[in-house]
Protein backbone atom coordinates (compact mmCIF):
# COMPACT_ATOMS: atom_id res chain seq x y z
CA UNK A 1 0.00 0.00 0.00
CA UNK A 2 2.79 2.27 0.78
CA UNK A 3 4.31 1.82 -2.67
CA UNK A 4 1.12 2.45 -4.48
CA UNK A 5 0.94 5.88 -2.56
CA UNK A 6 4.16 6.98 -3.21
CA UNK A 7 3.81 5.81 -6.98
CA UNK A 8 0.73 7.91 -7.35
CA UNK A 9 2.73 11.00 -5.46
CA UNK A 10 5.54 10.49 -8.30
CA UNK A 11 2.48 10.66 -10.71
CA UNK A 12 1.77 13.63 -9.79
CA UNK A 13 5.45 14.78 -9.26
CA UNK A 14 5.94 14.34 -13.09
CA UNK A 15 2.57 15.68 -14.29
CA UNK A 16 3.38 18.90 -12.36
CA UNK A 17 7.08 19.09 -14.08
CA UNK A 18 5.40 18.22 -17.33
CA UNK A 19 3.02 21.26 -16.45
CA UNK A 20 5.80 23.49 -15.97
CA UNK A 21 7.99 21.92 -18.77
CA UNK A 22 5.73 22.92 -21.54
CA UNK A 23 4.56 26.50 -23.02
CA UNK A 24 1.08 25.80 -21.40
CA UNK A 25 -0.07 28.58 -18.92
CA UNK A 26 0.05 27.39 -15.51
CA UNK A 27 -3.95 26.10 -14.75
CA UNK A 28 -6.26 23.78 -13.48
CA UNK A 29 -7.57 22.95 -17.76
CA UNK A 30 -3.72 22.25 -18.44
CA UNK A 31 -3.40 19.92 -15.18
CA UNK A 32 -6.79 18.00 -16.84
CA UNK A 33 -4.86 17.10 -20.18
CA UNK A 34 -1.52 16.31 -18.18
CA UNK A 35 -3.42 14.10 -15.77
CA UNK A 36 -5.35 12.49 -18.53
CA UNK A 37 -2.45 11.39 -20.34
CA UNK A 38 -0.73 10.12 -18.14
CA UNK A 39 -3.46 8.12 -16.46
CA UNK A 40 -4.48 7.41 -19.68
CA UNK A 41 -1.23 5.79 -20.96
CA UNK A 42 -0.69 3.80 -17.44
CA UNK A 43 -4.37 2.16 -17.72
CA UNK A 44 -3.13 1.34 -21.44
CA UNK A 45 -0.19 -0.41 -20.50
CA UNK A 46 -1.72 -1.93 -17.57
CA UNK A 47 -4.44 -3.71 -19.55
CA UNK A 48 -2.25 -4.60 -22.37
CA UNK A 49 0.10 -6.38 -19.68
CA UNK A 50 -3.14 -7.79 -17.92
CA UNK A 51 -4.31 -9.08 -21.43
CA UNK A 52 -0.77 -11.10 -21.83
CA UNK A 53 -0.72 -12.30 -18.32
CA UNK A 54 -4.27 -13.77 -18.60
CA UNK A 55 -3.00 -16.01 -22.12
CA UNK A 56 -4.77 -14.60 -24.45
CA UNK A 57 -2.10 -14.99 -27.25
CA UNK A 58 -1.03 -18.09 -26.00
CA UNK A 59 -3.45 -19.68 -28.58
CA UNK A 60 -1.77 -17.64 -31.58
CA UNK A 61 1.73 -18.36 -30.81
CA UNK A 62 1.33 -21.77 -30.50
CA UNK A 63 -0.70 -22.00 -34.00
CA UNK A 64 2.12 -19.91 -35.53
CA UNK A 65 4.52 -22.04 -34.25
CA UNK A 66 2.85 -24.99 -36.02
CA UNK A 67 2.03 -23.57 -39.19
CA UNK A 68 5.47 -22.14 -39.58
CA UNK A 69 6.95 -25.32 -37.73
CA UNK A 70 8.73 -26.10 -41.33
CA UNK A 71 11.33 -23.39 -41.12
CA UNK A 72 11.92 -23.12 -37.37
CA UNK A 73 14.88 -24.25 -35.85
CA UNK A 74 13.51 -24.27 -32.57
CA UNK A 75 11.36 -27.01 -30.90
CA UNK A 76 7.51 -26.22 -29.62
CA UNK A 77 8.55 -27.06 -26.19
CA UNK A 78 11.89 -25.07 -26.47
CA UNK A 79 9.78 -21.29 -26.45
CA UNK A 80 8.20 -20.43 -23.58
CA UNK A 81 4.39 -18.93 -24.10
CA UNK A 82 4.09 -14.93 -23.70
CA UNK A 83 2.28 -15.37 -20.53
CA UNK A 84 4.98 -17.41 -19.11
CA UNK A 85 7.58 -14.44 -19.77
CA UNK A 86 6.00 -11.99 -18.81
CA UNK A 87 6.32 -11.50 -14.74
CA UNK A 88 5.19 -7.90 -14.33
CA UNK A 89 1.98 -7.52 -12.68
CA UNK A 90 -0.80 -5.67 -14.21
CA UNK A 91 -2.59 -4.86 -10.78
CA UNK A 92 -0.46 -1.71 -9.43
CA UNK A 93 -0.55 -0.34 -13.13
CA UNK A 94 -3.96 0.20 -13.41
CA UNK A 95 -4.51 1.23 -9.93
CA UNK A 96 -2.09 4.26 -10.50
CA UNK A 97 -3.31 4.85 -13.50
CA UNK A 98 -7.37 4.58 -12.43
CA UNK A 99 -6.33 6.89 -9.26
CA UNK A 100 -4.51 9.55 -11.70
CA UNK A 101 -8.01 9.56 -13.36
CA UNK A 102 -9.91 9.83 -10.45
CA UNK A 103 -8.28 12.96 -10.29
CA UNK A 104 -8.30 13.91 -13.33
CA UNK A 105 -12.63 13.60 -13.19
CA UNK A 106 -12.52 15.63 -9.73
CA UNK A 107 -10.79 18.66 -11.14
CA UNK A 108 -12.61 17.95 -14.02
CA UNK A 109 -15.57 18.45 -11.58
CA UNK A 110 -14.39 21.47 -10.49
CA UNK A 111 -13.39 22.95 -13.24
CA UNK A 112 -16.74 23.07 -14.64
CA UNK A 113 -17.75 24.35 -11.75
Known sequence: MKKLVISVIVVQVLILLTMLIRSE???????INNSFIF???????GLWVFVIRTGVFDIF????????KVRSTLEDDEMRAPSE????????????GGVTLLFMAISLLIYEL
Do not use: C, N, Q
Open 85 to 96: IFSLSATPLLII
Open 39 to 45: GGVLVFI
Open 61 to 68: TLSMRKFF
Open 25 to 31: PFSLLSY
